[in-house]
């Protein structure tokens, strides 16, 4: 019992990033509905993907981007539900906590 508690430290400890040269930045929690947004836009800047990123673009770009599908004036396959399923407080509130990642 003891080994396995020894064995759960050091992966947790190797997990959180102990050791690394550069210190780890926290960021804020992300809003309400944020995590969703992850799923189809990637976090990373060297993933490759057709969905565009959205982590430090600018909040003003996200919100008309999210009014532009939820009036349909921008053509999408999923977007235009998703943006309809948020509040304009919401969409504020994801699309600051976006910009802010860096």
């Known amino acids: ?10 992966l947790l400890l190797l997990c959180s990033g ?16 944020a995590a ?3 799923g189809c836009h990637a976090v990373d800047a060297r993933t490759k993907t057709a969905v565009p990123r959205i ?3 600018s909040a003003d770009d996200i919100v008309a981007a999210m ?15 998703v943006a309809k399923g948020f ?8 699309a600051a906590w976006f910009a802010s990642q860096k």
């Open 1 to 10: 019992m003891k080994a396995m508690r020894w064995a759960v430290a050091a």
């Open 18 to 33: 102990a050791g690394r040269a550069a210190p780890l930045v926290l960021q804020p929690e992300p809003p309400p509905g």
């Open 36 to 38: 969703a947004c992850t």
């Open 55 to 57: 982590h430090g673009r």
């Open 67 to 81: 009014a532009a599908f939820r009036s349909g004036s921008r053509v999408a396959t999923v977007m235009d539900r």
């Open 87 to 94: 509040t304009d407080d919401e969409t504020r509130a994801i």
